[in-house]
């Protein structure tokens, strides 16, 4: 059974400051998405990580993805508070001839200004 | 653009009430899924469907029913309504290649008293 698990599951931060959101998976898979969900609001589709070492970057925030380790990493740089939101790791098994998404735990960024 | 579009946006069942939670999708995609979202949590994902026709078991299927008899529409059906199906219903669907993001409805908020 896959299992998708992302650390930490709450985070607060101060504005400015950088840090990384982890998402690990149990399972072969080489494709990876982030979402971001604002409280109250369906999930907004961030980045979509195809191969083993893609790296996408969208103003403050760059996902990797290592699938040997079976790592995607979520990296926040000098954070702001339009940040603030609930994100979750998805994985797509692969191989199986179908594509479902398996999500992760998600993890609740605040950043306080 | 619709994109995915969920009915009702909110409902209260009673225990033992049936319902039907409407999704369309106007993006001609094949896929599609069902998700449940509890207060604080994850997604889990309840069913999926590869095309009309085609329907599949997620990770928590129990308690609902599906049917796609047209590429767009995928209605989640709930039988028998339990305290422990209060939740937020998301819809998504994605593009069947593969290699793409799901899209999410808004979601569907239902409360069961």
């Known amino acids: 059974e896959l299992k998708v698990e992302q650390n930490p599951l709450f985070l607060s931060m101060q504005e400015g400051k950088n840090y990384t959101i982890y998402c690990n998976y149990s399972?072969?898979?080489?494709?990876l998405y982030w979402y971001r969900q604002d409280p109250g609001k369906s999930l907004e589709s961030l980045f979509v990580?195809?191969?083993?070492?893609a790296v996408k970057q969208e103003g403050r925030l760059m996902a990797s993805l290592d699938t040997k380790a079976r790592l995607s990493t979520l990296h926040i740089t000098a954070a702001v508070h339009d940040l603030s939101a609930t994100y979750f790791c998805?994985?797509?098994?692969?191989?199986?001839?179908?594509?479902?998404?398996?999500f992760g735990t998600g993890t609740r960024l605040k950043v306080l200004a | 653009n619709a994109g995915v579009t969920q009915t009702p946006k909110f409902r209260i069942l009673k225990i033992g009430q049936s319902m039907t939670l409407q999704c369309t999708q106007d993006?001609?995609?094949?896929?599609m899924y069902w998700y449940r979202q509890d207060p604080g949590m994850g997604l889990k994902l309840i069913y999926y469907?590869?095309?009309?026709?085609?329907?599949d078991k997620g990770e928590v299927p129990n308690g609902y029913n599906v049917s796609r008899s047209t590429t767009e529409d995928f209605p989640l059906r709930l039988e028998l309504a339990a305290p422990s199906q209060t939740s937020v219903y998301f819809c998504?669907?994605?593009?069947?290649?593969?290699?793409?993001?799901?899209?999410f409805g808004q979601g569907t908020r239902l409360t069961v008293v």
């Open positions: 998504a669907s994605s593009y069947s290649g593969g290699n793409t993001e799901a899209f």
């Open positions: 399972t072969t898979s080489d494709r």
């Open positions: 990580l195809l191969s083993n070492g």
């Open positions: 998805a994985v797509d098994i692969a191989g199986t001839g179908t594509y479902k998404y398996i």
């Open positions: 993006m001609n995609h094949n896929y």
């Open positions: 469907s590869v095309g009309a026709g085609i329907t």
